[in-house]
Structures are given as structure tokens and as C-alpha cells.
């Protein structure tokens, strides 16, 4: 494969959110017998999933498929409150590793809702965290996925909205929204702080910077993962001319040559970046392209820091910032 040099964006790959729910799925699977439940993919990424399947963990998409008592987790994308209160109800332990930064969003919904505003939410249908968000208030949000749809609103001008998005937007896709919305709607609120996701935002910021030098762009990511699908939609934007996503190492074709661009979706690990890189064999080595450090740490969901002291476990906790997820998942094995 002639590829000459490989521009290796950074930031890629796991995003905090991502560190701290796939650690506390493996605090999960080490402190509880197999099976341990988990509430849709714990985040999106096929290689992830499958390692977990492989420890004994079992994803299901109703909380009624989980047995009486069993122990659940819940995925990093949000999830609904009456999904919540059921899983509660079961009467196992249950930790939400809930990303924060969801967890803003649903906060600034159920707010905007109670105070009677017109929650204008811009997301991706059927998208996990999309799904969660909208049901903290139903009757007040409308799911808006283009400026096309936004134009076909029903609803006056003077209208008190809010405008909200899904963390993992692709930035040129939510400023169009952004503007129309601006343009069109007099009483309008926004949070101080955008909604999307600054890992989502840093990883598109990357990627741009590599994109137009690239013959090629690789992005490492499965295709339900939303942030995933907005690095293509990125690399494409700047102006590349091809464009691949890719699941594996397996999945890199035989015909790239020149200068290849490589990142990553926040679902991804390290390791198939480096399992890439390694098939690309670039001949002149991997220019490493850094716009920003990223130094942001989510701690371990609450209720599993209880769990964790309750089995005398919170001291594995001690450095708990410093491990990070891709190590914990090579080591960490089932009870027997």
C-alpha cells in the first residue's frame, strides 16, 4: 500500500464521556456475577460492545427484558424517565452513566418546557440520545433535522422557543439551523453554553485541519455512532476527495496511496486507530496534527462509587483519572 505519510488528528477517539462509562461498565462486570445488563449500547461502537458481550454483559433495548433484581446500566446517550423509574422499579442496582453534558440538555428541555416554551430540539431521529432527551418532555419538543424541516414549522414568528441539540452534531450541520432560527423566530432562548458536545467540536476542529492536505481521510467509528457519521460529513465539508469509515483495520482497502488523513469517533479506542496507522504503513511516518488539549474528567457515576464501597471496592477508585478506559477494558475479567 503506497501511502506516504499518514496526518494523525488530534483530538480522536474516546471523548470523557465515553472514558468514564465504559469504566463503570467494567467496575460493573468485576463486582457483580455475570450476567450484568446494560440499556441499549453502552456507547456506539461495535468493537466495545462485542468486548463487553464477550465479559458477560447483555444489552437489551427494554428494560422488561432485564430479570428481577439483576444489575443494569444505563447507556451514556440518556435515557428516558420512565424508562429510568422502571429500571429502578426492578429492584436491582442501577447506575446511569449518563454523559453530563446529555444531562445538560435534558435539564435546559425539562426547564424550557415547565416555563412554557416551544422546545425546538435538532437531533437525529431514532438516534439513542435524541430518543431520551425528547421524552423528558414530549408534548413540548419538535424534532427538527434540517433547515428544510425548520422552514416547515407551523408556528409564528413571535413564538417563545428554545433552541436545543443533540451533543454530537456535526458543527456545519447545527449552524444552519442555527441561523435560520435566529433569522426567523423573535423570542428566542439558547443556552449560554452550546449544546454540542466540545469533544464532538474539538474532533471536527482536527479533522479540519488535516482534511484538504489528505488525498484520503479515514474515520474509525460504526456507523450508528452519531458523532462518527458527522467526521465524515466533515472531511467531505473541507473538502476531500475520498472519504472512508471504517469499523476495523479489516475494513482499510488496498488502493490508498499518497498523504491519508486518520481520526477517530468518540466511540473508538485507541487501539484500532493504532491498528490503522500500523496498516497504513505510512512510508514517510505519522505527522501528528494537534488543535487543542484535551484535559476534561467525568467521575464515576454516583451510584456506582456507592456500589464500589458497599463491596469494599472504592479504593480501585484511587486512580480512577489517570487510568483510562482502553486500559481498563484490556484487563479487566469476570467474576467467577
Given at each position: 500500500?503506497?501511502?506516504?505519510?499518514?496526518?494523525?488528528?488530534?483530538?480522536r477517539?474516546?471523548?470523557?464521556?465515553?472514558?468514564?462509562?465504559?469504566?463503570?461498565?467494567?467496575?460493573?462486570v468485576?463486582?457483580?456475577?455475570?450476567p450484568?445488563?446494560?440499556y441499549?449500547?453502552?456507547v456506539?461502537?461495535?468493537?466495545?460492545?462485542?468486548?463487553?458481550?464477550?465479559?458477560?454483559?447483555?444489552?437489551v433495548?427494554?428494560?422488561?427484558?432485564?430479570?428481577?433484581?439483576?444489575?443494569?446500566?444505563?447507556?451514556?446517550?440518556?435515557?428516558?424517565?420512565?424508562?429510568v423509574?422502571?429500571?429502578?422499579?426492578?429492584?436491582g442496582?442501577?447506575?446511569?452513566?449518563?454523559?453530563?453534558?446529555?444531562?445538560?440538555?435534558?435539564?435546559?428541555?425539562?426547564?424550557?418546557?415547565?416555563?412554557?416554551?416551544t422546545?425546538?430540539?435538532?437531533?437525529?431521529?431514532?438516534?439513542?440520545e435524541?430518543?431520551?432527551?425528547?421524552?423528558?418532555?414530549?408534548g413540548?419538543?419538535i424534532l427538527?433535522?434540517?433547515?428544510?424541516?425548520?422552514?416547515?414549522?407551523?408556528?409564528?414568528a413571535?413564538?417563545?422557543?428554545?433552541?436545543?441539540?443533540?451533543?454530537?452534531?456535526?458543527?456545519?450541520?447545527?449552524?444552519?439551523?442555527?441561523d435560520?432560527?435566529?433569522?426567523?423566530?423573535?423570542?428566542?432562548?439558547?443556552?449560554?453554553?452550546?449544546d454540542?458536545?466540545?469533544?464532538?467540536?474539538?474532533?471536527?476542529?482536527?479533522?479540519?485541519?488535516?482534511?484538504?492536505?489528505?488525498?484520503?481521510?479515514?474515520v474509525?467509528?460504526?456507523?450508528?455512532?452519531?458523532?462518527?457519521?458527522?467526521l465524515?460529513?466533515?472531511?467531505?465539508?473541507?473538502?476531500?476527495?475520498?472519504?472512508?469509515?471504517?469499523?476495523?483495520?479489516?475494513?482499510?482497502?488496498?488502493?490508498?496511496?499518497?498523504?491519508?488523513?486518520?481520526?477517530?469517533?468518540?466511540s473508538?479506542?485507541?487501539?484500532?486507530?493504532?491498528?490503522?496507522?500500523?496498516?497504513?504503513?505510512?512510508?514517510?511516518?505519522?505527522?501528528?496534527?494537534?488543535?487543542?488539549?484535551?484535559?476534561?474528567?467525568?467521575?464515576?457515576?454516583?451510584?456506582?462509587?456507592?456500589?464500589?464501597a458497599?463491596?469494599?471496592?472504592?479504593?480501585?477508585?484511587?486512580?480512577?483519572?489517570?487510568l483510562?478506559a482502553s486500559?481498563?477494558?484490556?484487563?479487566?475479567?469476570?467474576r467467577?
Amino acid at each position: 500500500m503506497p501511502v506516504e505519510r499518514v496526518l494523525l488528528a488530534q483530538p480522536r477517539g474516546f471523548c470523557a464521556g465515553v472514558e468514564m462509562a465504559i469504566k463503570a461498565l467494567a467496575w460493573m462486570v468485576d463486582v457483580f456475577d455475570a450476567p450484568v445488563y446494560c440499556y441499549h449500547e453502552i456507547v456506539h461502537n461495535r468493537v466495545v460492545v462485542d468486548r463487553f458481550r464477550a465479559l458477560g454483559v447483555i444489552f437489551v433495548d427494554d428494560v422488561s427484558e432485564v430479570p428481577e433484581g439483576a444489575p443494569l446500566m444505563l447507556s451514556a446517550h440518556g435515557t428516558a424517565p420512565e424508562v429510568v423509574a422502571a429500571a429502578r422499579a426492578n429492584g436491582g442496582t442501577v447506575v446511569d452513566a449518563v454523559c453530563p453534558l446529555v444531562t445538560k440538555v435534558h435539564h435546559e428541555v425539562k426547564v424550557r418546557a415547565s416555563k412554557g416554551l416551544t422546545v425546538i430540539y435538532v437531533g437525529h431521529a431514532g438516534h439513542d440520545e435524541a430518543v431520551g432527551t425528547m421524552a423528558v418532555a414530549p408534548g413540548a419538543v419538535i424534532l427538527v433535522q434540517s433547515e428544510a424541516e425548520l422552514d416547515a414549522l407551523d408556528l409564528p414568528a413571535d413564538t417563545p422557543v428554545a433552541l436545543l441539540a443533540q451533543t454530537t452534531l456535526a458543527m456545519q450541520d447545527w449552524a444552519g439551523i442555527l441561523d435560520k432560527a435566529k433569522a426567523r423566530f423573535t423570542n428566542l432562548w439558547m443556552p449560554g453554553r452550546s449544546d454540542l458536545c466540545f469533544a464532538t467540536t474539538n474532533r471536527q476542529t482536527a479533522l479540519r485541519a488535516i482534511a484538504d492536505r489528505a488525498d484520503a481521510v479515514v474515520v474509525i467509528g460504526s456507523e450508528n455512532s452519531s458523532n462518527t457519521v458527522a467526521l465524515v460529513a466533515t472531511a467531505r465539508s473541507a473538502g476531500c476527495a475520498r472519504v472512508l469509515r471504517v469499523n476495523s483495520v479489516d475494513e482499510i482497502p488496498d488502493d490508498l496511496a499518497g498523504v491519508v488523513g486518520v481520526t477517530a469517533g468518540a466511540s473508538a479506542p485507541e487501539d484500532l486507530v493504532q491498528a490503522v496507522v500500523d496498516r497504513l504503513a505510512p512510508q514517510q511516518g505519522v505527522e501528528l496534527v494537534q488543535v487543542t488539549i484535551e484535559d476534561e474528567y467525568f467521575p464515576p457515576p454516583r451510584e456506582l462509587r456507592k456500589v464500589l464501597a458497599e463491596h469494599g471496592r472504592d479504593g480501585g477508585l484511587a486512580n480512577d483519572r489517570t487510568l483510562t478506559a482502553s486500559q481498563v477494558l484490556a484487563t479487566i475479567t469476570p467474576r467467577s
